[in-house]
């Protein structure tokens, strides 16, 4: 595992934008690939974006594609989550993620975390 730090989440209005960074922190191993997972209140995490290693792409779940854009460089070790016309129900806490086996990754096992930052879209 490696320790995570996600920054630049907020309040804004609908229709507004935030963007996410993380990054990792202290000593630690190779990443393989990072990501970003949501959790709303009352609700379960849900996956969000994912960059993948090797010109595997940069997948975005459907109901956020259209908006929200992932980018950064796993080499050194940083991810972004550009957030568009926010709406209310993307009021959540949102987390970064990361793994270091290609195996991990293969079967969508994220093994750290980070602590999460809060997003709040008001209407």
């Known amino acids: 595992q490696v320790r995570l730090v996600e920054s630049g989440g907020g309040s804004v209005q609908t229709g507004g934008s935030l963007r996410l960074s993380c990054s990792s922190s202290g000593r630690t191993r190779s990443i393989y690939a990072m990501g970003w997972f949501r959790q709303a209140p009352g609700d379960e995490r849900r996956w969000v974006a994912t960059?993948?290693?090797?010109?595997?792409?940069?997948p975005i779940a459907a109901t956020m594609k259209a908006r929200f854009t992932i980018s950064g460089d796993v080499a050194k070790n940083t991810v972004y989550l550009q957030m568009n016309s926010l709406k209310p129900e993307d009021t959540a806490v949102y987390y970064c993620?990361?793994?270091?086996?290609?195996?991990?990754?293969?079967?969508?096992?994220?093994?750290?975390w980070g602590q999460g930052t809060q997003v709040t879209v008001s209407s």
């Open positions: 960059l993948a290693p090797n010109s595997g792409g940069t």
């Open positions: 993620v990361a793994t270091d086996s290609h195996a991990d990754f293969l079967s969508s096992k994220w093994t750290s």
